[in-house]
Every structure is written in structure tokens, then in C-alpha cells.
């Protein structure tokens, strides 16, 4: 029987704006997913990114001008 590893989660160190961010959980990148989540609510509903995904989303979020 098989489990799945528990994620490991972090936020950026430039997330130092409030509570506006996101947690990743890139230690589970080797099984195709990359889980995202909202860090003021831990509990909540996690999305599920493939690594590829996940790098455009980083990649929209660095040239985004927000």
C-alpha cells in the first residue's frame, strides 16, 4: 500500500503583505501535482496545479503588474 507524502507547506518570503498570500506544497511536484492553497484558511479547499501550470502561474505573477 501506497500513501501519499504529506505537503509541505510555505509561503514565499516576499509574502510580508498582510495575509494576501498563497501556501504551496512544491515536495509533492514529483507526482504531478503542485497543491496551492489560500494561507488565511488553512482548512479550505486546496488547488491541485500540475508543475507546469504552476510554473505559469509563477511566471504570470512575476510580470504581473499588480
Not at 13 to 35: F, K, M, R
Request: proline share 9%; with cysteine; net charge positive.
Amino acid at each position: 500500500m501506497t500513501t501519499e507524502p504529506t505537503p509541505r507547506w510555505f509561503t514565499s518570503s516576499y509574502s510580508n503583505n498582510g495575509g494576501q498570500c498563497i501556501e504551496v506544497a512544491t515536495n509533492l511536484a514529483h507526482t504531478g501535482t503542485v497543491p496551492v492553497r489560500d494561507s488565511k484558511n488553512p482548512d479550505g479547499p486546496t488547488l491541485r496545479l500540475s508543475p507546469s501550470a504552476f510554473l505559469g502561474l509563477l511566471a504570470f505573477a512575476k510580470r504581473a503588474d499588480i
